[in-house]
């Protein structure tokens, strides 16, 4: 996996002056059936989430108030995303190293993931990241 694996999706936005109205659906807006739904908020400035890699699971994520960046990294390139806006989200592949931070203040991090939470899923030291990609520890066949 690299980050051009990761993609900007961009979601429908039905305006309405009640308020606007998104949607996102399984298999439709993201290439994976739904099986978790969490959300960061009440952020405090400065602080940094993520630091880590999933081993399988997919995860789109949204800013759904307010803003933050999220730095991709595959061990070869990386780069960092800001999103500000509630109808377009980050999905990030498997094997994709994420940091979020530049947190704004009162912003909330919708993330809709492709796997229930499995702490044995995740790499949190990127030493081991380096490590298991070099390896191909990820390959199927290893
Ligand atoms: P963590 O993965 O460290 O948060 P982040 O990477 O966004 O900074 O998760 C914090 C804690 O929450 C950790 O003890 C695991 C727990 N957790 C769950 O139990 N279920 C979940 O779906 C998630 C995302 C975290």
Redesign the pocket.
């Known amino acids: 996996m690299t980050i051009d694996d990761c993609s900007i999706i961009n979601l429908q936005k039905i305006a309405d002056p009640r308020g606007n109205l998104t949607f996102i659906e399984g298999n439709r807006h993201v290439p994976f059936d739904i099986k978790?739904v969490?959300y960061?908020y009440d952020v405090p400035g400065g602080a940094d989430?993520?630091?880590?890699a999933l081993k399988t699971c997919q995860q789109f994520l949204i800013a759904m108030s307010g803003s933050f960046d999220v730095i991709l990294k595959d061990g070869k390139k990386e780069s960092r995303i800001h999103l500000n806006r509630s109808y377009y989200g980050l999905l990030i592949a498997p094997m994709i190293w994420r940091e979020m931070d530049n947190f704004s203040s009162g912003s909330v991090c919708l993330v809709v993931a492709s796997e229930n939470?499995d702490a044995a899923n995740?790499i949190r030291e990127f030493g081991d990241f380096l490590k298991y990609i070099s390896t191909g520890a990820n390959d199927q066949t290893h």
Do not use: K, M, P, T
């Open positions: 978790r969490f960061l989430r993520g630091g880590h939470y995740y």
